[in-house]
Structure formats: structure tokens, C-alpha cells
């Protein structure tokens, strides 16, 4: 264990398998809250820091609860109310800590019991980073680890693409592509050119 | 509404994905090849028909407040049982899907059909609304599944992954077959648009749909405008000719 593991991780989380542009995760909030950037970087930390906090639980959940008594199964349905309160409870937290952080990050952390990227995460750290032999601190580094990078990633695109779209909204689209289509387009040209940091590892 | 309108409804006219855009992720992830965009349907269409059919016969024991985590623990019991069954019946599906078959719990398409419609419908309309609507779900997959198989490999493929009613993988439909009349050995996939297979391929693909439907749209909306706007001009040419008309008789009966 050393650190290239984690800045590997945290490379490849975050440019090579970005979570947009690649594993298609979290396309409601991309296509939904992109179209001001303000909006789009409230968003964007609301996700970072649910995802590190719900990645660490589930991956503890998993590896010292649902493993240890035979019953990984049900995993699906442990995650997605882990998740829901932990929402909840992270909105509470706020609430009550920090006036400032809650009027910045509030509106957006209800919206995330529903992001697919938060449950996409958490199983991804199962299937890729869990084995029966790791020990579970290593483990649980390399889940937030991959947890921060898969949100810096996110933030990254969806900042990007609110630029991107402020811009469109002046330019002079065709009537038929206006919206939706012309941004999914957009999202696919810029797909196209994350495509091509692959080779960086 | 009746029971037919209820299960057509899903097919175009409340298209999830073309007109509401609901449940992108699986849209633009799982879509490939036709096979896998028909997997996935066919895993939405039954968790969807079930999660509606216990929604409405349970709803009447479910408090207001705690509904969507209710409907959630519904949804995601559900999941887990087709991705068990599906990991048994079709691996090749199962590893091709991945993660998608556990996010089947966070589609928009399926919590929203529980709250807007199973919740306040009877059993057998949810149902029957269940399997519209995963239908369409399942139409507007293949047709994004058709058009980025054929522009990447020039063909469909049908056995890849789902193994059932043929023994070896079969090609459905291939450029091959027609140019292969005029000429020999001419392998269509060597000259394949391979970027619609990948990542940008499928937000290409899913934007050119899109922008095809807003086309059909605007133009349908044109025709109504101008419709109505002949409509207005003849109402005001009647009104205008009735005017003309009693004022010529005010004139008459004036001249007497």
C-alpha cells in the first residue's frame, strides 16, 4: 500500500472513468441544474460530499455487517436506505452546524437520495475495490479515495458544462435542437475528448 | 381513460425517455447493442409492473409522510430478485449490465409511477400501466439500441447475451447481406462508425433522436398555429360581412 495506489485512484475516478462521460451516472442532475453555473457548483459539492461520506458507511456496512453474516445480498436495499438518511441526516447536520453551508448546499442535498451517481458509487466500490481478503482499512481508503475523485469528476463536467451551456443559450441554435438534444451532443464532444486521456495510466 | 389508452399512452405520446426524460442513465449506458437495450427494458418492464401492482394494494396502509422510503424498500426488493434471476438465467447480461441492474432501484421512471399513478389507481390499472409504460421504456431503448448497432457494426446481432430461442448468435439484419449481391467478401463492420459503441457514440445518438422528435414537434405545433390563425381570420371575416350587413340595412331603413 502507498500512495500511487491513491493517486491512481484519484486519476482514474476523476478523468479517465469520469462519471458522467463514461459510466453515465448522474445524467438527471447534469442535464437538470446545468444551466447556471452558480447552480452547478452548489450542486456539485452537495454530491462530493455525500458521496464520501455514503461511500465510507456503505463499504463499512458491507464489509463488517452484510459480509460478516452471510447476507450480501440484500446489499441493494441496505445502500439505498443508508443513503436516503444518511441524506436526511447530513441536512439536519447542516441545519443545525452551519447557517451558511445549509442556505449554499440545501436545496440540492434532497435532490441526491435519487442520484443514481451516490448508489452507483457505493456498488462500483464493492465490485471493484472488495475482496475477501483486503483488510478493511485499506479498503475503506481506496472506496473514499475513489469517492473523492468520482465527485471531483463531477464537478469538474458539470462546472464545464454549464460554461459551456451559458454560452449556447446566446448562440443561435436550430429550433429542433434547441434544449436537450444540442447539450447531448455537446456532452458527447466533450465525452469524445475525455476519451482520450485513457492512455494517461 | 380507458383501459387501452391507459396501456398506449407509454408507447409515444408520454414516451419516458423521448418526451419526459426520464431514466437517462440506463438510455445512454446500457445502449449499445440492441441486445442489451432489450435486456434492460424487459428488467424495467417486470420491476415496474410489480412495484405498481404492490403500491396499489398496499397503499392504503402506508402513511403519507414515510410513502417514498416505503415505495423505495418496494422497488429495490424487486430489483434484487431480477437481478438474481437474471445473474442465473443470462450471465453474459448480467455482467454486461453491471451496475445498472442495482440502479434500477434510483430510476426516476419507476419511484415516479409509484407516486403519480400506482398510489391513487387500482390494482389492475396500475398494472396495466406498469407493463405501458416499461414498454415504452423498453421501445425507446431498442430504437436507441437499433441506430448505435447499426452505425457501429453496419448489422444487429441477436444471442449474444440474451441465450434464449437459438443456440449460436444469429445476424437479424446486415448491410452485408445486400452489398454482398453485387460484390464478394465485403465485411460491412470493417467500415463501422466504431464511436457509436463507445461513451460520445451514445450521447450522439441519443441527441440526434431527440432532436428528431423536438423536429416532429415544432412542425405539428406550426400546423396548429396556422390552422388556428385561418380559423381566427375567417371567424373575423364573418363577423366583419354581419357588420356590413346591419349597417346596410341601418342605411336602408334610415333612407326610408
Known amino acids: 500500500m502507498s500512495f500511487a495506489i491513491f493517486a491512481t485512484a484519484i486519476i482514474s475516478a476523476m478523468l479517465i472513468n469520469n462519471v458522467i462521460l463514461m459510466q453515465f451516472l448522474g445524467i438527471c442532475p447534469f442535464l437538470g441544474v446545468s444551466k447556471k453555473s452558480s447552480a452547478a457548483i452548489g450542486m456539485s459539492a452537495a454530491v462530493l460530499f455525500v458521496m464520501v461520506i455514503a461511500s465510507a458507511v456503505t463499504y463499512t456496512l458491507y464489509d463488517l455487517v452484510l459480509y460478516q453474516y452471510g447476507i450480501p445480498y440484500i446489499s441493494t436495499i441496505a445502500f439505498i436506505l443508508v443513503i436516503a438518511s444518511l441524506v436526511q441526516f447530513v441536512e439536519m447536520f447542516i441545519k443545525k452546524t452551519s447557517k451558511s453551508l445549509y442556505k449554499s448546499l440545501g436545496i440540492y442535498l434532497p435532490l441526491i437520495t435519487t442520484n443514481c451517481a451516490i448508489l452507483g458509487v457505493s456498488e462500483g466500490n464493492i465490485t471493484n475495490i472488495w475482496t475477501k481478503t483486503i483488510p478493511y482499512w485499506e479498503g475503506l481508503l481506496i472506496a473514499v479515495t475513489t469517492a473523492l475523485g468520482t465527485g471531483l469528476g463531477f464537478g469538474l463536467i458539470i462546472f464545464a458544462f454549464s460554461s459551456i451551456r451559458e454560452k449556447l443559450e446566446a448562440s443561435n441554435v436550430p429550433d429542433a435542437w434547441k434544449g436537450v438534444p444540442i447539450s447531448l451532443v455537446v456532452a458527447g464532444i466533450m465525452s469524445l475528448a475525455f476519451l482520450g486521456l485513457a492512455g494517461i495510466i | ?256
Request: glycine share 8%.
Open chain 2, 1 to 256: 381513460m380507458s383501459k387501452k389508452e391507459n396501456f398506449l399512452k407509454g408507447f409515444l405520446k408520454e414516451n419516458p425517455i423521448f418526451v419526459f426524460l426520464l431514466g437517462m442513465c440506463p438510455a445512454l449506458a446500457v445502449t449499445a447493442t440492441f441486445e442489451t437495450s432489450l435486456g434492460m427494458g424487459l428488467l424495467v418492464v417486470f420491476v415496474l409492473t410489480s412495484s405498481n401492482i404492490v403500491v396499489s394494494a398496499v397503499k392504503k396502509w402506508i402513511p403519507h409522510d414515510v410513502r417514498t422510503p416505503a415505495y423505495i424498500v418496494i422497488i429495490a426488493t424487486f430489483v434484487t430478485v431480477v437481478g438474481m434471476v437474471t445473474e442465473a438465467y443470462a450471465l453474459d447480461l448480467y455482467l454486461a449490465l453491471g451496475v445498472f441492474i442495482p440502479l434500477i432501484v434510483v430510476n426516476c421512471l419507476i419511484l415516479g409511477r409509484a407516486e403519480a399513478f400506482a398510489s391513487k389507481n387500482t390494482v389492475v390499472d396500475s398494472a396495466i400501466d406498469g407493463i405501458g409504460m416499461g414498454l415504452g421504456f423498453t421501445f425507446a431503448l431498442v430504437v436507441i439500441g437499433i441506430l448505435r448497432e447499426f452505425l457501429a457494426t453496419g448489422g444487429i446481432m441477436y444471442g449474444v447475451y440474451l441465450p434464449f430461442f437459438v443456440d449460436a448468435p444469429i445476424t437479424i439484419f446486415s448491410l452485408d447481406m445486400i452489398i454482398n449481391l453485387f460484390t464478394n467478401g465485403f465485411v460491412i463492420s470493417d467500415y463501422g462508425l466504431k464511436v457509436f459503441s463507445l461513451p460520445p457514440g451514445a450521447f450522439i445518438a441519443l441527441g440526434i433522436i431527440l432532436a428528431v422528435f423536438q423536429f416532429k414537434k415544432a412542425r405539428k405545433d406550426r400546423k396548429a398555429a396556422i390552422a388556428k390563425m385561418e380559423r381566427i381570420a375567417e371567424l373575423k371575416r364573418v363577423a366583419l360581412e354581419k357588420k356590413k350587413q346591419a349597417a346596410l340595412k341601418l342605411a336602408k331603413a334610415g333612407g326610408k
